[in-house]
């Protein structure tokens, strides 16, 4: 079904609803802490019907599977991020802590400790918010921790709020392969990567806290995946502060790549634009602005930064401390430390199957000075670097993305909903 | 489904169980009580079995193998087929086969004491069925008591100790997983919607005893009058057997991948978002996992870099997520408690016999 479709279908079941039962006809499922609490929520999970409310008391839940959702339009609400404690560090199967695969679920007021995998996912989903709600490996930083906090993807109408991650040995905040996302008033820390935005159209980030991670906010767009050609995010209004913790990705993910010390780092993509920010502390670079690192197959993608903006951000001491390939070099090259902007230089790549390099890029980074590493072509090693140093570097004037609109209904009763500026 | 459908959802399904009822006054399977948007609480109630202890399928209800079966930690599993009077499937050269409303699947999951002793028993452990109802497909699952003489309902899952000796002789001890609704709806899913994965017409392209000598199996139900507009099962792609000797390593393994990996790992399954696809009709080969990168795998990959890299099991992250039992590493995800040793195996030596990246 169309994402309008969906809706409108949503809407005509609401009325539908409103008319033959009248609005006392939506539930809610109370489930307290105690004995056999796992089976007790997961029946609730299933017998919810739209519009129904799971209400999960105060308490400590110990859950050894995972968690689903598959209702369509189902609130689950507990008692609060420090008072409903889904406690998974007993967990014996399931890949996620709590699976979401109905439209419209609003996630909020719990906490997800310890899920050996994802905390939370939602995949394929048309509506969801994750609300108050707090996912935290307890023992810190670990390679061991599961992958990603919140992991909303292949989902539209994203609204992440009021929400804290810690220890994801990934992203704490990941969002992939979505459409019109809003996260924000959010705290990551202790994270590999803070906030992630990968393979997403439409997307704002303003007024998170991203620190002591190892990256604080990545835009990325990764090729041979379904959703491709990430483009019009905005990252703005952040504090993205001494992100100082030592990168624990395992090898192999594209996040083991990010050197320890990124403030925020865009990665390809298309219209992108990161202002107002607070960004201090972090030791590799400020802003890191490069084209994907690694060989590709698929023709359809496009590696390079395109129409990247960077202006107006609050850039305090970085850059002190590089830990990527030729960082100290560099560093003393450029005075000591690495100048607040990090750009590539690449600008140009070879599609799969053609011959000569093809590409256009424009840029506009004005928290100077810019050290460019004039890499030029895809795929060239960063031992090839010939940098240069110059106060901005500005190839025009770019146009920001709109707003992200989300529907009204996904917003808490009596606050003001749609994003800033 | 929204409130408003599940109305009129009920009205048709009442409806047509009704007219399948008239149709077919008979003892047997009871289509009206299948149709129902409400369960039945015990298996014995739709009467799919003439015996409580589900052993004789009812007349109508047909039994069925696959070429390559999904691993369920070494369980053995009996497949039926009902469809109401007069209905047929409509054959279907790609994904499985078109089953009409009214249509069911059903299939017990059991083990023998010991699975090496072919004169055996088995004790079933539960009993699944997929019922095609107007308002779409429904998964139950049917839970066996240790008797073996009722299946009770049990729509949140559970978990069930299971000890037997394999066919290896060796002594193992599980907890056997029975699905909640909705992590069948996990596996059974094409573009979000719940839907049967097994019977597709390749997979179905092989020989069953009915019991008067072994006969192709889509030849079968199309005499049968319950497969229609199929060409000659000779003119239909065949998926291979996994665990047959005389067919070559890739094609077992590609058929193995298919099946306990391909119905997620699919453009329109639940791990579409991978962009590993591993189902028998995907060709780009890095789809297929050969130097691909993982994607969202996080601590899963391992610390290696490539879903296959070719010559190398030991380097290759299929092979670590398929050997694995840790939650949140283990693949599939769901299904399984122990590795799948043979299946293991053979994927490695399928992965052994690629040629290495130049």
């Not at chain 1, 202790?190 to 991670?213: R, S």
């Not at chain 2, 499937?89 to 089953?99: A, E, P």
């Not at chain 2, 909640?180 to 020989?207: E, F, M, T, Y």
């Not at chain 2, 992250?317 to 840790?326: G, K, L, Q």
Request: proline share 7%; with cysteine; net charge neutral.
């Amino acid at each position: 079904m169309t994402r309008h479709g969906a809706r409108a279908c949503a809407i005509a079941a609401a009325i539908l609803a409103g008319v033959s039962a009248g609005p006392g006809i939506a539930k809610t499922l109370r489930v307290a802490a105690g004995s056999d609490a796992e089976a007790r929520l997961q029946s609730a999970l299933i017998d919810a019907k739209p519009g129904d409310t799971v209400r999960i008391g105060p308490g400590r839940f110990a859950i050894t599977g995972a968690l689903s959702l598959d209702a369509p339009h189902v609130r689950v609400r507990g008692a609060g991020p420090g008072r409903t404690i889904l406690s998974f560090d007993g967990q014996t199967s399931g890949a996620d802590g709590v699976l979401i695969t109905g439209d419209g679920a609003v996630i909020e007021d719990l906490a997800v400790e310890n899920s050996k995998g994802n905390g939370i996912k939602a995949k394929g989903v048309d509506g969801i918010v994750f609300r108050r709600v707090r996912v935290e490996w307890t023992g810190g930083p670990k390679a061991e921790n599961g992958a990603y906090g919140v992991y909303p993807v292949s989902s539209k109408h994203v609204l992440i709020e009021h929400v804290t991650v810690r220890g994801a040995s990934d992203a704490g905040i990941y969002v992939g392969q979505s459409q019109e996302i809003v996260v924000r008033n959010s705290e990551a820390a202790l994270n590999v990567a803070g906030i992630e935005i990968e393979n997403c159209y439409h997307a704002d980030v303003y007024d998170n806290v991203a620190t002591h991670n190892a990256g604080g906010v990545l835009v990325f767009d990764l090729p041979g995946l379904p959703q491709m050609g990430g483009h019009a995010i905005r990252v703005f209004h952040n504090r993205v502060v001494d992100n100082d913790t030592a990168n624990f990705a395992p090898k192999g993910n594209i996040v083991a790549s990010v050197p320890t010390g990124t403030g925020v780092m865009v990665m390809a993509n298309r219209n992108v634009h990161v202002f107002d920010n607070e960004i201090s502390g972090n030791g590799s670079a400020a802003l890191l602005i490069v084209a994907y690192i690694n060989a590709f197959k698929d023709p359809a993608y496009n590696p390079l930064p395109r129409d990247v903006a960077t202006y107006q951000n609050r850039i305090g001491r970085n850059g002190y401390d590089p830990k990527f390939d030729g960082g100290p070099i560099l560093a003393k090259m450029t005075g000591g430390s690495i100048p607040p902007t990090l750009w590539d230089g690449v600008t140009q790549y070879v599609v799969p199957g053609g011959a000569a390099p093809t590409g256009e890029v424009r840029l506009s980074l004005k928290d100077g000075p810019v050290v460019n590493l004039n890499l030029k072509t895809q795929g060239t090693p960063v031992t090839s670097a010939n940098p240069t140093v110059t106060p901005s570097w500005v190839d025009g004037e770019m146009t920001p993305p709109d707003p992200v609109v989300l529907p009204p209904d996904m917003f808490a009763k009596g606050r003001k909903g749609q994003a800033r500026r | 489904m929204s409130p408003g459908r599940t109305h009129w959802a009920a009205l048709l399904s009442a409806a047509l169980g009704l007219m399948c009822a008239a149709a077919a006054p008979r003892p047997g399977v009871d289509v009206a009580r299948l149709m129902s948007d409400t369960p039945a609480p015990t298996l014995q109630a739709y009467g799919l079995f003439e015996d409580a202890r589900g052993r004789r399928p009812a007349p109508g209800v047909t039994p069925y193998t696959l070429n390559t079966p999904l691993f369920t930690d070494y369980a053995e599993k009996q497949r039926y087929l009902f469809l109401p009077p007069g209905a047929a499937m409509t054959y279907r050269d790609r994904g499985v086969m078109d089953i009409p409303v009214g249509g069911v699947l059903v299939k017990t999951f059991g083990y023998r004491a010991d699975q090496r002793d072919a004169s055996a028993v088995a004790r079933f452990v539960e009993t699944r069925l997929l019922i095609h109802r107007a308002a779409g497909w429904q998964a139950l699952t049917y839970v066996w008591n240790a008797e073996g003489t009722e299946a009770v309902l049990k729509r949140a899952g559970a978990s069930l100790k299971v000890g037997f000796i394999d066919a290896g002789g060796v002594r193992r001890d599980i907890d056997y997983l029975v699905p909640n609704v909705n992590q069948c709806k996990q596996c059974h899913s094409v573009d979000g919607q719940l839907s049967p994965i097994g019977p597709k017409a390749r997979n179905l392209n092989g020989p069953f005893e009915y019991g008067a000598g072994p006969e192709n199996q889509l030849d079968h139900l199309a005499k049968a009058a319950l497969l229609k507009a199929a060409p000659n099962a000779s003119a239909i792609a065949r998926t291979p057997v996994w665990d047959s000797p005389s067919e070559p390593v890739a094609a077992r393994a590609r058929a193995y991948l298919d099946v306990n990996c391909g119905h997620c790992h699919s453009r329109s399954g639940f791990a579409s978002n991978s962009g590993l696809f591993l189902d028998l009709e995907e060709t780009d080969a890095s789809a297929l996992g050969v130097g691909k990168r993982p994607v969202a795998a996080g601590r899963a990959s391992g610390g290696l870099e490539f879903a296959i890299a070719p010559g190398d099991p030991d380097r290759s992250i299929i092979v670590h997520r398929m050997a694995s039992t840790e939650p949140g590493v283990m693949m599939p995800q769901i299904g399984r408690s122990v590795t799948h040793a043979e299946g293991l195996a053979l994927v490695r030596a399928y992965i052994a016999q690629m040629q290495a990246a130049p």
